[in-house]
Every structure is written in structure tokens, then in C-alpha cells.
């Protein structure tokens, strides 16, 4: 069968959350239907992001989010897409979106783990965070030691 999926599920009373493991060749369009559906049934509790693109309002998954952050005191939410105005406050948004996907690193910014190609830790003091998309940006020095505990390394 060549469309068929092989599916094993082992059950783990030591596994708190569920975890998905994929294994493929090569990443195709069918992989990706298969993880926006797993996301998408367990994104009730996140909902779409309302952003505009200047008079343009735009539903943004929380999937496709790189980064939000403060700039001239606008709200702004990178995508692959581009960058999207957003109304109300980080905090705000903070509190919108999946606390195990999303992280704080900043006073003004919040990134996506899921989007993160690397942190680069080669300075002393602090973290650069490299996106998938090629973009990066850096750890605020106060928020080190949290970033450090998120990702296990304290």
C-alpha cells in the first residue's frame, strides 16, 4: 500500500504529555497536512491571532508565528509572511498564546521554540536566537538564566 501510514502508539505512564514523532525520508506536503491537523485538534485553547496588514485584517495560526515583538510602540508578529500589526500589549499577547510553544526572551519580545533553528550561547553573558526563516535576535541578559532552565541547561 503505498499511501498507507504506519501508526505505533506506546503508552508510557511516565509521559505526561503526549508526544508526536514523525519519520520520514523527506519533509513533503502530506507530512505537513498531517502535522497541522494534530496541531490544529489540539489548538482549541490557542486561538487564531487577529493582526492587520494596513487596513487588511489577517487570522494568524499560532503555528505560523516566528516572533512578536515591540517596535515604535507597535505590537508587530513576524510570519513567514512578513511582519503584521497587532493590537493590545505583549502581556496581552503573551497570555493569548501556547505557553509550550511560545517563550518570553525580553521586556519587548516573544519567540516561537518551534520556529528556533539554534541559540548560540559563543558569547559570553548572553544568547543570539537563530530562526529558521534566516532572522535572529538576541536574549535580554536579565532573562539568560530563564531561558537557560527552559531549555534545561541549569
Same mark, same amino acid.
Given at each position: 500500500?503505498?499511501?498507507?501510514?504506519? @501508526?505505533?502508539?506506546?503508552?508510557?505512564?511516565?509521559?505526561?504529555?503526549?508526544?508526536?514523532?514523525?519519520?520520514?525520508?523527506?519533509?513533503?506536503?502530506?507530512?505537513?497536512?498531517?502535522?497541522?491537523?494534530?496541531?490544529?485538534?489540539?489548538?482549541?485553547? %490557542?486561538?487564531?491571532?487577529?493582526?492587520?496588514?494596513?487596513?487588511?485584517?489577517?487570522?494568524?495560526?499560532?503555528?505560523?508565528? @516566528?516572533?512578536? %515583538?515591540?517596535?515604535?510602540?507597535?505590537?508587530?508578529?513576524?510570519?513567514?509572511?512578513?511582519?503584521?500589526?497587532?493590537?493590545?500589549?505583549?502581556?496581552?499577547?503573551?497570555?493569548?498564546?501556547?505557553?509550550?510553544?511560545?517563550?518570553?526572551?525580553?521586556?519587548?519580545?516573544?519567540?516561537?521554540?518551534?520556529?528556533?533553528?539554534?541559540?548560540?550561547?559563543?558569547?559570553?553573558?548572553?544568547?543570539?536566537?537563530?530562526?529558521?526563516?534566516?532572522?535572529?535576535?538576541?536574549?535580554?541578559?536579565? %532573562?539568560?538564566?530563564?531561558?537557560?532552565?527552559?531549555?534545561?541547561?541549569?
Amino acid at each position: 500500500m503505498k499511501n498507507a501510514i504506519d @501508526i505505533d502508539i506506546q503508552i508510557d505512564p511516565a509521559c505526561a504529555d503526549p508526544k508526536v514523532i514523525i519519520r520520514t525520508a523527506r519533509m513533503t506536503p502530506e507530512i505537513d497536512d498531517i502535522v497541522h491537523a494534530i496541531e490544529s485538534s489540539t489548538d482549541s485553547a %490557542y486561538p487564531m491571532v487577529t493582526a492587520y496588514a494596513g487596513d487588511t485584517m489577517v487570522l494568524l495560526s499560532q503555528r505560523e508565528i @516566528i516572533r512578536v %515583538y515591540v517596535e515604535s510602540r507597535k505590537l508587530i508578529v513576524w510570519t513567514d509572511r512578513g511582519g503584521f500589526v497587532a493590537r493590545g500589549t505583549l502581556a496581552e499577547m503573551e497570555q493569548t498564546l501556547n505557553r509550550h510553544r511560545f517563550l518570553r526572551i525580553s521586556r519587548s519580545e516573544i519567540i516561537n521554540l518551534s520556529k528556533v533553528s539554534n541559540f548560540d550561547f559563543s558569547l559570553s553573558g548572553t544568547i543570539q536566537v537563530n530562526f529558521d526563516d534566516g532572522s535572529g535576535t538576541w536574549v535580554a541578559r536579565r %532573562y539568560v538564566r530563564a531561558i537557560q532552565e527552559t531549555l534545561g541547561l541549569v
